[in-house]
Every structure is written in structure tokens, then in C-alpha cells.
């Protein structure tokens, strides 16, 4: 008899936990493997980006959204339908520059790092960099040259966690050489 | 609840990290290091899913939650087959296991299975071991998409 009745839910989920659990893991063996924050900020920005190349392909071929015509589209979109989507949350999107080109992701919880507290001596430490790196891989694969960073993190002692990316150009497709 | 591709596209980054960052000598360590990562996985996991359950009566018992309970919180799916030599040794058949599923049916890619395997050999070693169960988790893979674990308990 099963014990705990069948809580298996939307097929397309994983348990949370064990997807917390698994990124606490890794995490930790960055730490392990490097010597200083940096560097660890510097490998899970470069698996985010990875990632990012790859779930930009998931997300157009699932989510049905169309074409964004300016920055403000796509913000919404990525935080209304991929956050959503991918991480069953909904951050807010807030503090756009004047000039419309840059834009912050205020997130209250955050799926990664509900089990984890930061030990002391990781002040650098960007704990949730994987998500930057992804933000930037998936709009890359969309032509979209984008800074992200994380400006406040809850790990941190700040009271939100803030993504913040800035638009830096259109990248154009480049013709390989020798083809007209 | 995070969403199945970004799991898998976590684990895949995570095996190539193992990978990428070994010198040629070390290839064989990155198989355990992978392994004891999902060890410690697992270890929490199972605290967490047995929160709520009564005492297992038996270590079949312990086998019966891990291929029911364990794999459909972890992989949505049962195990497809679990037998017993009566005597420790273990095998739990999933025919459609999560991270192989995607990778081309042949030979071809069956050297690289192994990588993708470390890591759910271990959570199953770590749950087990939190159950007070001590043994050595192997995978075998005999077709692609059907892939066999072998489960072997060390006596007591």
C-alpha cells in the first residue's frame, strides 16, 4: 500500500526539494572545488548560461508568446510566463531606468535557496548566480545583448532579492564567412 | 515547483562540470564525486518524504516505499520491475529512466550513460543508508531507453 497516497501532481514538475537539495549539492562542491567567491559567481554564471542556450528552445516551443517589440515586453514575459513556468513564481517587475533599457526582478522567495543560509566568510558569494546566467544565455539566443546581475539578495540580509539586467545591444545575426 | 527541463538541463550542466574540471588521470573520480553528491541528496531527501510514515517492517519493505513512494516524488513514475534474490541483492528495472530517456537508442551513446547514472546511484545510496539500510548501488544499462539497477545489499 502506498503510504503517502499518490502526490504526483503536473508530470511536468519535479519535486521542489529535490530540486533545492540537488542546486544546495552543487553549490557546495563549487565551493569545495575554488578558492574564492568569484570564481564559484564565475562557474555557476557559465552553467546558467548553458542552460539558458537550452531553455530558450523549451520555452519558444512551449509557451506560445510571439514576438516582443520592445524591452518592456520581453520583461514581462519573462518574469508573467518563463518565471512562471520554470520556477512557479512571479516576480515583479519594477525600477525601469528613464530611458526604458534597464529593469529589476523582485523576487520574495526564491525556490533555490530555501533551505540554505550563508556560513560566514561568503560575502561575495552570489549564491543564485545560475539565474543570471541563464537570463543572459536565453535572451542571447534571442538577439538580445543583456547585463544581469544581482544587485539585493535575501541570503544577503537585504529584504528582497533583485535581479537587475540592463539592455546592451541588438546582436545581429553574422553572416559565416564566404557566404553572401 | 520547479519545471522538469530546468532539472534535467541542472543535471546535465552538472555532469559536464564534474567532467570539465578533472585532469585525464582522475576520470574515474568523477563518477564518485558525482555519486556522492547525489549521497547527500538522497540522505536529505528521504527525511524529508518519510516525515509522515510509520516504522518499515522489513528491508522489503524499505525496497517496496523506495520503488513506489521515492521514485514517484522524485522521477513520477514507479518502478517498473523489482526483484529479489531473497539474499541482499536487490534489482529495480525502470524501463523509461528520466535522464536516459532523451539520449539516441544504440550502442553509440551507452559509454556515456554511466555519467548520467552516478548521480541517482547515489541519492538511492543516501536514501537507503538514512534508512538505516547499508549497501552499494550499481546501474546497468542493458538497451537505451530500458536500463536496469542493480541494487546489492551487503549483509549484515
Known amino acids: 500500500m502506498s503510504r503517502q497516497g499518490n502526490r504526483a501532481g503536473d508530470p511536468r514538475k519535479v519535486n521542489g526539494e529535490l530540486f533545492t537539495l540537488t542546486y544546495g549539492a552543487l553549490v557546495a562542491q563549487l565551493i569545495k572545488d575554488y578558492e574564492n567567491d568569484e570564481q564559484v559567481n564565475k562557474q555557476l554564471d557559465k552553467m546558467g548560461y548553458n542552460m539558458g542556450v537550452r531553455l530558450i528552445e523549451d520555452f519558444l516551443a512551449r509557451a506560445n508568446t510571439g514576438r516582443c517589440n520592445d524591452f518592456r515586453e520581453t520583461a514581462d514575459v519573462i518574469a508573467k510566463v518563463a518565471f512562471k513556468m520554470y520556477l512557479g513564481l512571479t516576480p515583479v517587475v519594477s525600477n525601469w531606468s528613464t530611458t526604458g533599457d534597464e529593469f529589476s526582478l523582485l523576487l520574495e522567495s526564491n525556490p533555490l535557496t530555501e533551505f540554505v543560509e550563508l556560513p560566514p566568510g561568503h560575502a561575495n558569494l552570489n549564491y543564485s548566480n545560475l539565474l543570471c546566467g541563464a537570463l543572459r544565455g536565453a535572451l542571447e539566443m534571442v538577439q538580445m545583448d543583456v547585463d544581469v546581475r544581482f544587485v539585493q539578495d535575501i541570503l544577503k540580509g537585504d529584504n528582497i532579492t533583485e535581479i537587475r539586467l540592463k539592455f546592451i545591444k541588438r546582436l545581429e545575426d553574422a553572416v559565416p564567412v564566404g557566404e553572401d | ?156
Not at chain 2, 27 to 46: H, M, N, P, T, Y
Open chain 2, 1 to 156: 515547483m520547479a519545471d522538469e527541463a530546468v532539472f534535467e538541463f541542472l543535471h546535465t550542466e552538472m555532469v559536464s562540470y564534474i567532467h570539465r574540471e578533472v585532469f585525464k588521470d582522475e576520470k574515474d573520480q568523477c563518477i564518485s564525486k558525482l555519486e556522492a553528491l547525489g549521497f547527500r541528496v538522497g540522505q536529505s531527501l528521504i527525511e524529508r518524504f518519510t516525515k509522515e510514515c510509520s516504522r518499515f517492517k522489513d528491508e522489503l519493505d524499505t525496497m517496496k516505499f523506495l520503488c513506489k513512494d521515492f521514485w514517484g516524488l522524485v522521477y513520477k513514475k514507479q518502478i517498473d520491475n523489482l526483484r529479489t534474490n531473497h539474499q541482499g541483492v536487490y534489482v529495480l528495472q525502470d524501463n523509461k529512466f528520466k535522464f536516459l530517456v532523451q539520449m539516441s537508442t544504440g550502442k553509440q551513446y551507452m559509454e556515456s550513460a554511466p555519467k548520467y547514472l552516478a548521480f541517482p546511484c547515489g541519492m538511492i545510496r543516501g536514501a537507503l543508508s538514512n534508512l538505516g539500510v547499508n549497501c552499494i548501488v550499481t546501474a546497468e544499462v542493458s538497451a537505451m531507453p530500458a536500463l536496469r539497477k542493480a541494487d546489492g545489499d551487503v549483509p549484515h
